[in-house]
């Protein structure tokens, strides 16, 4: 299947080695509950593996210490009339980056604010830190969701402070290059404000934005350590952890120490202690609007039997450039830039394989990167190369499949294996967000040749980086293309293995074939653009206020406002992006106060 001339069939071939590997390696033993409560689940391959399982903290945890949320509104779900009605100011659905900054910004401003979550809240003590488990939990489609055409999976968080909840901290600045773009291109001027910088220095303030407590873990000590050996661009990534130490190693699975500054706990912290009240579980299917105006939302709480209905003077939509579009689109927006440019980071994974343990499940995540390649055409498109989180079942999808026993002698080698991630910042790729019959969103993304070349370069590079660093051998899941071993055992000449012809001959290999047309696993954590700010309709869906085109006092605040791909892991622009929309929202509001 995976080598069939049909893309039907390879399709199928990825759905299956997802729905194989994740259960295998990522649950626990049937039946035995988790919990750092009580931590008692399983996987019999771990011990094989030498992964010792979920990373508790050191110390116990005081459930005291993380005080939850006290302003989640409960709701009698048995009335006769099946259903709940609220009132407020402004209505913002999702909790993630977006929604959770403009929250704060209103509710200290004043405003009547209700926070609408599809996915609950889950106390940092409650965590299970379990893959499988967490992957579910916290990950929309447990982490299956994918393009239609099953070309890449995309990880989108779906939950109680959204994607900021299980990033993995890494929180670069919007450059200037990317601000200068997006400003001429899309008539932008705001972006170049001192207003705007202002903004984004609130923000790196807030959620305690530095390098100085960094400590790497292997992982990307050996990225620093092959880039500078060969000269490359290497630096390390500034973190959200407040100017402290963060090693837990887990926080794709959420934040067991509250260290990490995520929106849930930062800003939706903020927006209650000034009287923001919580919604979870419940799904908003329409924006409600009455002549050109929102009004308010409709929905369903978790148990799908009861309707939600929130009346409000300006509707906000944060949930994400999936759904933020499914959203419009579903309320009858008619602009045609709504859903029709989404734009992706597609990854892809570079393992290399070392003679010594390298445990890159230990430590902190994703604090180097490496600039190398990240402007291959003098516009500033090109990849990142960083280093991901790399627990059993992520390390698994990443890792070649060549039958079932060669897929397992290969993650026996799991301890002593070091993955790097290729970002590309898409160019010439088409993404886009429509409806299925149902109403739900339907994910179109056909990767560009440039980007695939982007992708082949980046595993080129990164192959010379891991090599340099001491790897023995590099695996990639491109259909047919093997692993690159070095000859003898014996100490590794760098520059003479990267420039032999049997290396050369590998990366031209993996430049024929490309990752185009379901030939190699892709991933996507960072999905941006589907619906674009731009100073004119007909180049966006929404003004460079927020406020969409066609409908007034309705607002967005999340990725989906991005013109391009940012190239950038988007945590701060976004961030950045929906404080702007809050002082935009705050002035509208006190104006129409005024009349």
């Known amino acids: 299947m995976k080598h069939s001339v049909l893309p039907l069939t390879r399709k ?7 729905l194989a590997m994740v259960p295998f390696y990522a649950c626990p033993h049937p039946g035995v509950s988790s919990g750092l409560a009580q931590f008692a689940a399983w996987n019999p391959t771990w011990d094989l593996l030498g992964y010792p399982g979920p990373n508790i903290p050191d110390r116990p945890l005081d459930a005291s210490t993380f005080q939850p949320p006290t302003r989640f509104l409960e709701f009698d779900v048995g009335n006769p009339e099946n259903l709940v009605e609220l009132e407020a100011d402004v209505v913002i659905v999702g909790s993630g980056c977006g929604g959770g900054i403009i929250a704060a910004q209103l509710a200290q401003a004043g405003h009547r604010v209700v926070v609408l979550e599809k996915g609950s809240y889950v106390h940092p003590t409650k965590l299970s830190l379990v893959e499988g488990e967490s992957l579910q939990q916290f990950c929309e489609n447990a982490v299956l969701c994918q393009s239609e055409d099953g070309s890449i999976t995309i990880v989108a968080g779906s939950t109680w402070g959204g994607g900021s909840r299980i990033n993995w901290s890494a929180s670069l600045v919007p450059p200037k290059h990317l601000l200068e773009e997006w400003s001429e291109r899309f008539h932008l001027p705001h972006l170049l404000t001192n207003e705007f910088q202002q903004g984004i220095d609130t923000v790196l303030e ?19 350590d092959g880039c500078r050996r060969l000269g490359y661009h290497c630096d390390s990534i500034p973190q959200n952890t407040g100017h402290k130490p963060h090693s837990c190693g887990s926080c794709f699975f959420g934040c067991p120490s509250e260290t990490k500054q995520s929106s849930d706990a930062s800003w939706l912290r903020d927006a209650e202690r000034h009287g923001a009240r919580f919604v979870q579980s419940c799904f908003v299917e329409r924006v409600l609007i009455e002549n050109g105006k929102a009004v308010g939302v409709s929905g369903w709480l978790h148990s799908g039997q009861t309707q939600l209905r929130v009346k409000a003077k300006h509707v906000v939509s944060s949930c994400g450039s999936i759904h933020t579009p499914a959203l419009l689109l579903r309320s009858g927006l008619k602009n045609r830039h709504i859903g029709s440019k989404l734009h992706l980071h597609p990854v892809h994974a570079v393992v290399g394989v070392f003679p010594e343990p390298v445990k890159m499940f230990e430590g902190s995540i994703m604090t180097a ?17 960083e280093v991901p989180a790399s627990h059993t079942s992520i390390a698994s999808l990443g890792c070649p499949w060549n039958g079932p026993l060669d897929s397992k002698l290969g993650m026996l080698r799991f301890p002593n294996m070091s993955s790097m991630i290729v970002l590309a910042r898409d160019k010439d790729s088409q993404g886009s967000v429509s409806l299925d019959t149902d109403g739900n969103p339907v994910i179109r993304y056909r990767l560009g040749r440039f980007d695939s070349d982007t992708l082949a370069m980046g595993v080129q590079t990164s192959a010379e980086v891991l090599l340099a660093a001491g790897a023995r051998e590099i695996l990639i899941d491109q259909t047919g293309t093997s692993p690159y071993r070095v000859e003898g055992d014996g100490p590794i000449d760098v520059q003479a293995e990267i420039g032999s012809e049997r290396f050369r001959a590998w990366t031209r290999q993996v430049h024929a074939r490309g990752f185009r047309n379901l030939n190699g696993s892709l991933l996507s954590a960072h999905q941006m653009g589907s619906c674009v700010m731009a100073g004119r309709p007909d180049l966006g869906a929404v003004q460079p206020t927020g406020e969409t085109w066609e409908v007034q006092n309705l607002w967005v605040g999340d990725t989906s406002l991005f013109p391009t791909a940012s190239g950038v892991n988007p945590m701060i622009t976004v961030y950045s992006m929906a404080f702007s929309v809050a002082q935009a929202m705050k002035q509208r509001m006190g104006e129409q106060a005024k009349l």
């Open 12 to 18: 199928i071939f990825h759905v299956f080695k997802k």
């Open 369 to 385: 990167l490496s600039n190398q390649i990240a402007d291959r055409d003098g516009k500033h498109y090109g990849a990142k190369l």
């Open 206 to 224: 807030r959620m305690g934005v530095g390098i100085d407590s960094i400590q790497h873990n292997s992982g990307n000590q050996i990225l620093l």
